[in-house]
């Protein structure tokens, strides 16, 4: 079949995708198209993703570096990786290398917040440097597991052993959070090289991060040129070309929802493996013999700030609803104390009676671009219990009133993204029926928040997967360094006569 290239878009133009539907060219997405640059047809949704050919060529600059350093990985030693890690340590910790670094993020968080854009996971505290610094630590210190023979099966004049091995090229793309540019260089430590692309936001951050630490301690540790390599562009364009080269071993990605599913959706048709780290929002559901004082502490704690594995919907057996409500209304106020701000809630419409009237109160609720006057309390329908909250200051989180505790499973099951789910009880049998049919990779009995790598199994994360398309092959849902790698079979032959 003839092949030509695309140089020009028309406003109407029919594309066609899924094998029967069409998507219709705007006028906009026409006249900003340009020769040489790319379009991607998402086949499951028919977005039309533009391309600029800056993008792509900055994007496809950058996995080339990685491929050919990937190449060079395996003449490097264990003990060099561990110096690279030593070295980008040192070099955050150092208040000399790291004063520009904090100088570009206060100018990322203020032009953000001058855009009304959020700040919470932008902002490079005093905690997250020395968690950052504490992660690359550990990876200093951590096994490669290069080289490590997973089985071995010794025949009649010939050995066949499996072993461990660096998987290749992994492409990263992430919102504006700086430790994740740290913690996603743990896939060198099995051999591998990366490539990311940061959010806008915090790009200025990644440049300096770059410039200060990370590309002096890969020369200082004799690491090779790109082996890990920042797309520096601001264009969410630039991370669909990434993920559309198909020199990538695996694409992660983290984010919003919608974002994610669309560069895990380009990266799919491209050929990759995916590892997608979007929607989030713990569930806790109090069971038949919660005990009053414990679940209203696991709600406070479950509230301490929004992240992924944040409390975002809460549910209570009608049989409990009138003692523990009020300790729900009081965690939560909790919560809000802690942070010297107000709380927000959302109930089921039809539930309204069970929550006092103060709750329904025009109160001053801190958002994205400042102090919003708003009702403390809104209504949804049962089909919104899935809706992730995305709060600044005010912890917000949706309480649902069920008929027992198997009605809240299946109302997790089907509505939430399937990620974190808890229950508060006293009785093991009923935790274990919890485990045993909610559909979900983080179970506990407490609060959500220790759903996190390095905190609960002392690995720092690339990300933390739900199920939300389906239970993980071969894995479990936290994606560490440690945990990206291939297996090679190599035969050591002792007979030289050896034929079949």
């Not at 990605?253 to 919608?258: H, M, N, Q």
């Not at 590892?275 to 569930?283: E, F, I, R, V, Y």
């Not at 309480?399 to 939430?416: E, K, T």
């Not at 407490?446 to 690995?459: C, E, P």
């Amino acid at each position: 079949m003839a092949m030509s290239e695309l140089n020009e878009l028309t406003a109407g133009m029919p594309i066609v995708y899924g094998g029967n539907r069409v998507a219709t060219v705007s006028e906009d997405l026409a006249s900003a198209f340009a020769p040489g640059d790319h379009l991607v047809v998402v086949q499951t949704t028919g977005d039309l993703i533009h391309i600029p050919s800056a993008d792509w060529t900055v994007a496809q600059d950058a996995v080339a570096r990685a491929s050919t350093a990937f190449s060079a990985m395996g003449s490097v030693s264990d003990a060099s990786i561990s110096a690279f890690y030593q070295a980008f340590a040192q070099r955050l910790a150092s208040d000399e290398s790291f004063a520009a670094i904090a100088a570009a993020n206060e100018a990322d968080t203020a032009a953000a917040r001058e855009r009304g854009r959020s700040t919470t996971r932008l902002e490079l505290t005093d905690k997250m440097r020395s968690d950052m610094i504490a992660g690359l630590e550990g990876w200093a210190d951590q096994p490669s597991g290069r080289g490590q023979i997973v089985d071995s099966q010794q025949h009649d004049g010939w050995r066949v052993d499996q072993i461990r091995s660096g998987l290749g090229v992994v492409g990263f793309v992430f919102e504006g959070r700086p430790n994740v540019f740290a913690d996603a260089t743990g896939v060198l430590r099995s051999g591998n090289t990366v490539v990311f692309r940061i959010g806008s936001d915090a790009l200025g951050t990644a440049r300096a991060i770059v410039e200060h630490a990370l590309d002096p301690a890969l020369a200082e540790a004799g690491l090779p040129d790109g082996a890990a390599s920042l797309v520096d562009s601001p264009s969410r364009a630039a991370g669909h070309a990434m993920f559309s080269d198909e020199r990538l071993a695996l694409a992660v990605a983290r984010g919003s929802g919608p974002a994610v599913a669309q560069l895990g959706a380009v990266a799919r048709q491209a050929g990759l493996s995916v590892s997608l780290h979007g929607t989030g929002g713990a569930w806790i559901v109090a069971g038949e013999t919660a005990d009053p004082e414990r679940f209203e502490a696991v709600v406070t704690n479950s509230l301490d700030r929004k992240v992924c594995n944040t409390l975002n919907t809460c549910c209570i057996p009608a049989s409990r609803a009138a003692e523990l409500v009020p300790r729900f209304l009081d965690g939560l106020a909790a919560a809000g104390e802690r942070r010297n701000a107000e709380p927000k809630l959302h109930v089921v419409a039809e539930q309204t009676a069970h929550i006092p009237e103060q709750w329904f109160e025009t109160a001053g609720i801190g958002r994205a671009e400042g102090v919003v006057d708003e009702p403390r309390t809104s209504t949804l329908g049962w089909d919104d219990l899935g809706d992730e909250w995305e709060w600044e200051d005010s912890p917000e989180v949706t309480l649902a009133i069920v008929d027992d505790v198997a009605h809240a499973v299946r109302l997790f099951n089907d509505l939430s993204p399937r990620f974190t789910a808890s229950i508060v009880s006293e009785t093991a049998t009923e935790i274990d029926s919890f485990f045993a049919t909610v559909d979900a990779p983080f179970v506990g009995d407490g609060f959500t928040r220790w759903v996190d790598g390095q905190y609960a199994l002392n690995r720092p994360e690339l990300g933390l997967s739900n199920w939300e398309f389906g239970r993980l092959f071969g894995r479990g849902g936290v994606l560490s360094g440690d945990s990206v790698y291939t297996v090679r079979t190599r035969v050591t032959q002792e007979d030289p006569n050896l034929r079949r």
